[in-house]
Each structure stands twice: as C-alpha cells, then as structure tokens.
T-cell receptor, first 114, second 114 residues
Framework: GNSVTQMEGPVTLSEEAFLTINCTYTATGYPSLFWYVQYPGEGLQLLLKATKADDKGSNKGFEATYRKETTSFHLEKGSVQVSDSAVYFCALGPTIGSQGNLIFGKGTKLSVKP | DAGITQSPRYKITETGRQVTLMCHQTWSHSYMFWYRQDLGHGLRLIYYSAAADITDKGEVPDGYVVSRSKTENFPLTLESATRSQTSVYFC?????????????FGPGTRLTVT
C-alpha cells in the first residue's frame, strides 16, 4: 500500500542554517505530495504542495520538488529562523482529480536556536 | 467565526466513561476527517465522512463512533474510554476532487483518560 517515510527528528539548527528534511514515498500512479507544518499548540496547516512530477512547491522560503525518479519530496530552506521551530509532516495524497485520504509521515520536529 | 473549530480543547475523563468531541466547520466542505496524533505514530485517520450521513472507517476506528447529520458538524464519540485513547484529536475538512486536495485542520482536542 501507499506509505510515506520521513527522517526522524528532532532536528536542531542554529538560526540562518540550511534545512533539509527528507521525505520518500511509496505509491502507485501519480500521487499528490504535501508538506504540513504544526506550530506548538496548534493544528496542522498546509505549507506547500506539488501535484505532478518535477513540480516545485514553495512558501515562506521553504521549497520541495516532486521527484518521481527517486520517489522523494524533500523539504528545504536556505536560512531558517527561530520562528520556523515546529513539527513538519510530509503527506501523500490521491492523484489530482480523484478523491482519497492523506497518508502522513510521522513528523519531524525542528528546533531553531538563536 | 469562519473556519474549523473543535470543542472542548482539553478534556480529562475516567476509564469507561463516554465522551464526545465536537467539530464544526463553516466552509460547507463535503469531506470531514478525524485523526489522532500520538508520539511515534504521527497522524492516524480514525474516521472520515464524504457528506452528511456518509461515514467510513480509517486506519484506527475501534472504540470510536461518528455521525454526521449536518454537513457542518462531525462529532466523535468514545463509547467507553480507555487509557490507550489518551491522545490529541484533530478534525479536518476538505473540498472533494477535482479541486486541489488540501485539508484544513482544527486546533485539536487534548484528551486524557485516567
């Protein structure tokens, strides 16, 4: 069945450091891919998404590229801030245009120190 | 308030008691979901609903009951609470395909079963 694997945390970085959180998936067809972020004490919110191969999702300085050849959707940011401290979830969704449920990775906690 | 709300935000109950968690959304989204979030497991789908009076099981439905008599409400009931149901519960909603598939999450309910 479909599944998502993301790197274990926690990840601790200094402010302005480069961030990569790895995410790989197993799925048939052409799923859509998402990164959600959960700030302390809040629900999840969509950070970025990509719906087809080679799409790049971007938001708030974060980027992720849908790589079908490596079945990956790694999250990157060039210079993290303290305010980026949160838990990040990679998620796999249905092929665009069809209905289905999201499958979430286990989450990666990021702490950014000043 | 527009959006998706959950109540209560915090709940402590005793083993064996029935407890209902409420979820309300103002967007008239067709789909609604209940997840539980536990350390080491990420988010796991409990139940979902495609429309009023249509519900279906997710990954971990045992011990839970849902109903959806109105589009905007999707209550989750623990019929006889157990300690293993101590968790943070999130409700979410979304539009159906073919729109981009994004789920909108509520702020969560932290449930402790003693």
């Amino acid at each position: 069945g479909n599944s998502v694997t993301q790197m274990e945390g926690p990840v601790t970085l200094s402010e302005e450091a480069f961030l990569t959180i790895n995410c790989t998936y197993t799925a048939t067809g052409y799923p859509s891919l998402f990164w959600y972020v959960q700030y302390p004490g809040e629900g999840l919110q969509l950070l970025l998404k990509a719906t087809k191969a080679d799409d790049k999702g971007s938001n708030k300085g974060f980027e992720a590229t849908y790589r079908k050849e490596t079945t990956s959707f790694h999250l990157e940011k060039g210079s993290v801030q303290v305010s980026d401290s949160a838990v990040y979830f990679c998620a796999l969704g249905p092929t665009i245009g069809s209905q289905g449920n999201l499958i979430f990775g286990k989450g990666t906690k990021l702490s950014v120190k000043p | 308030d527009a959006g998706i709300t959950q109540s209560p935000r915090y709940k402590i109950t005793e083993t064996g008691r029935q407890v209902t968690l409420m979820c309300h959304q103002t967007w008239s989204h067709s789909y609604m979901f209940w997840y539980r979030q536990d350390l080491g497991h990420g988010l796991r789908l409990i139940y979902y609903s495609a429309a009023a009076d249509i519900t279906d099981k997710g990954e971990v439905p045992d011990g839970y009951v849902v109903s959806r008599s109105k589009t905007e409400n999707f209550p989750l009931t623990l019929e006889s609470a157990t300690r293993s149901q101590t968790s943070v519960y999130f409700c979410a909603s979304s539009e159906p395909a073919p729109l981009p598939y994004e789920q909108y999450f509520g702020p969560g309910t932290r449930l402790t079963v003693t």
